[in-house]
């Protein structure tokens, strides 16, 4: 792996890290919507609501700036497959009861931190 790989690697991870803290802390939201007030509840749902539709254009395009171009051979075997397989799992409707959300959301963080976790390994063979 050459330093652009590196670099690239180290892109996708962060995003892919990203996404799926996005989806821990909605989780831990939905967890403990009893002492939530209701507007911090809308704010978590309205992140449910974004997290959702953009799991769904980056699934479209496979990169991670969410550009229509051909994804780069780390996007191709970690970030497009992830997202992908996240956005077809996100069956959890956005207007579901906040305590659906921690068991709607496992699987596709599940996909997520997956793939995360062998870049993860990758970029420790290659430090």
Known sequence: MDTTDLHEAR???AE???VHDEFEEIAAAG????????HELQSYRARLVDLKAHLKQRASTGTVDGSKRRPTRIEDAFYEPAIRQASANFSLRTNAPPSKWVTGLYG???DISYLASQLQELLKEHQ
């Open 108 to 110: 596709p963080s599940s």
């Open 16 to 18: 892919l890290l990203r």
């Open 11 to 13: 892109l996708v991870l």
């Open 31 to 38: 967890d403990r919507h009893r002492s939530l007030a209701p």
